[in-house]
């Protein structure tokens, strides 16, 4: 089910849904050119499997990918570029240099004028208000697709991954994400964000594009 709202005008509001029409391949949503879109979603939820979808992405990639003008922005890519340096450091401190990275590469395509697709977990308002001051900067705006999943199917999702996060880790995420996508679903607006859409696992399986225009 998608489930979308907006909370500024027209002329710059969350891009609206489209449903497949004849000789059309599918549902898409759109967004005004350079805008940044931010997949969020628990652990698990199937955030990049959105994305290798949608943008033909292996799962192996070092570095930013180019669709255009957009730039296709997964932490993926941040940890696989880290992971020959770091690989004898313990996951907690390759963490957080891995996020950094992550933040910093949004932050810089951003910046540089690009649209941007990039997963986050969408539960750190401080980088989410940092992301929207920036896009703001360059005329655009910050959009949010949230992928509402189960805790036990984002769970079930993290071990088919191969790459599990601690109990208490998700035990936060989970915290933090109830009230986010309880605000989301309720129509209220979340700043700092232009729009937000929420899919459940069975519309993100059908979406067939993020288009900018």
Known sequence: MFVGHNTLPARAQEATIREPHEADPGPALR???????????????????????????????????RAGDVRVIDSRQSRNWWARFLRPVPVRLRTPIVQATHVWRIGRAIVAGHGVVAHTRGTWPHILHLFAWLARR?????????????PETARAGQFARGRVTT???FARHCRRWRPLI??????GPLPPAAGVTVLDRDAADKLQAIRFT
């Not at 940044?36 to 033909?56: D, E, I, M, Q």
Request: hydrophobic letters at 40%; zero cysteines; aromatic letters at 4%.
């Open 31 to 65: 967004y005004p050119a350079g805008s940044l879109v931010l997949v969020a979603g628990l652990p698990g939820a199937g955030k990049s499997t959105l994305l290798n979808r949608l943008y033909g992405l292996n799962g192996d990639e070092t570095e930013p990918v």
């Open 182 to 187: 309880a605000r989301a679903r309720s129509g």
């Open 138 to 150: 360059r005329g655009g705006r910050l959009h949010l697709i949230l992928i509402d999943v189960a």
């Open 167 to 169: 109990s208490t880790t």
